[in-house]
Nanobody, 127 residues
Framework: QVQLVESGGGLVQAGGSLRLSCTAS????????MGWFRQAPGKEREFVAV????????YYADSVKGRSTISRDNAKSTLYLQMSSLKPEDTAVYYC????????????????????WGQGTQVTVSS
């Protein structure tokens, strides 16, 4: 089992940048595909980005493509999401999640393919 803890959220003005981190406990972080999701008030949790266990493959939601970069440091058991050109519609609680079943990148755009979730970190973008 792995525990995930997100950090790095906060209040930022539109056009600004943030880097979210997700630190995992345990020794098996490097074997998990990892994803970022977000959930705004009154909305369903939605996919943001995913990265393969090796870091070789990644995929982004259209809403953040070109403005965000997902990366990982397996030696530090940490996942990152660098976000720039932030918009008010990016306001949400951001969650990281881990997949231990080696689903394909395409399958990892939905919440049901993940086994572990963090508690979330709030990102608020003011206009």
């Amino acid at each position: 089992q792995v525990q995930l803890v997100e950090s790095g959220g906060g209040l930022v003005q539109a056009g600004g940048s943030l880097r979210l981190s997700c630190t995992a406990s345990g020794r098996t972080f490097s074997s998990y595909n990892m994803g970022w999701f977000r959930q705004a008030p009154g909305k369903e949790r939605e996919f943001v980005a995913v990265i393969s266990w090796s870091g070789d493959n990644s995929y982004y939601a259209d809403s953040v493509k070109g403005r965000s970069t997902i990366s990982r440091d397996n030696a530090k058991s940490t996942l990152y999401l660098q976000m720039s050109s932030l918009k008010p519609e990016d306001t949400a609680v951001y969650y990281c999640a881990a997949d231990r079943h080696y689903y394909s990148i395409g399958q990892l755009t939905t919440t049901n393919h993940y086994d572990y979730w963090g508690q979330g970190t709030q990102v608020t973008v003011s206009s």
